[in-house]
């Protein structure tokens, strides 16, 4: 059990590790993507700074690392790789966020890990995906905040796992506190760039949620 244990948060950090914003930054525009805009290691800095493209690109790998990191340990313990969420799943995974908040390729100054852990938890819930992205869609064609948006999916997870997926699918009481931990704790890694909004806005949080285009940031 140890040996799984440590393989689970050794793979799981090294996927997170992986910087695809910094790579698509270096790449593309030949700039630390650490460096411009929001200075955040993550998609929507490089949909400004970078491009459309390269942001959609980022976005699916940085989705993708905690879910290879959940598959990879599966199939290393030798569990199922779809099989009901526990100890090692929920362990690979924040491993996986802490890897993209803390990367090890880049002296552990990484992004906020908001990607990574909607990717997990919408493996871990697959069949709440339709919900899911009716809730995105429906926060981004009302304030146009992408941010904001896929945000405010972290705040709707532990209900779709207290109200919808356990109750229907049978899933553990554990699933709801680990989608709850991860939002308190991704929430805390927003604070910093909230309060920067919030101070530029002149303390107006309807121009904070809000933007007037896609473009359009603070």
């Known amino acids: 059990m140890i040996s799984d244990i440590v393989i ?30 929001s200075k955040n290691m ?3 800095n490089v949909f400004y700074q970078v491009g459309p493209i390269e942001a959609v690109l980022v976005t699916l790998a940085d989705l993708g690392k ?6 990879l340990v599966r199939w290393v313990s030798g569990s199922p790789l779809i099989s009901p969420f526990d100890f090692l799943t929920g362990l690979a995974g924040a491993a996986a966020i802490m890897g993209h ?10 992004g906020k890990g908001g990607a990574t852990a909607i990717g997990i938890l919408i493996f871990l819930m697959p069949w709440a995906a339709p919900f899911l992205f009716t809730v995105f869609f429906t926060a981004l064609f009302i304030t146009r905040n992408p941010t904001f948006s896929y945000s405010l999916l972290l705040i709707v997870f532990p209900f779709v796992a207290g109200f919808i997926y356990r109750d229907r699918y049978g899933e553990p009481l554990a699933l709801i506190f680990y989608s709850i931990g991860l939002g308190v704790f991704l929430g805390m890694q ?3 760039r909230l309060k920067e909004m919030h101070g530029k806005t002149g303390g107006d949080w309807c121009k904070v949620i809000t933007r007037r285009s896609l473009k359009e940031r603070f």
């Open 66 to 71: 905690g879910v290879g990191a959940i598959l």
């Open 42 to 44: 993550g998609a929507m």
């Open 101 to 110: 908040i803390f990367p090890i390729f880049l002296k552990f100054r990484g």
């Open 8 to 37: 689970a948060i050794v793979i799981g950090y090294l996927l997170g590790s992986i910087p695809s914003a910094y790579l698509a930054g270096r790449l593309r525009k030949g700039v630390d993507i650490r460096e411009v805009g």
């Open 190 to 192: 927003y604070i910093p």
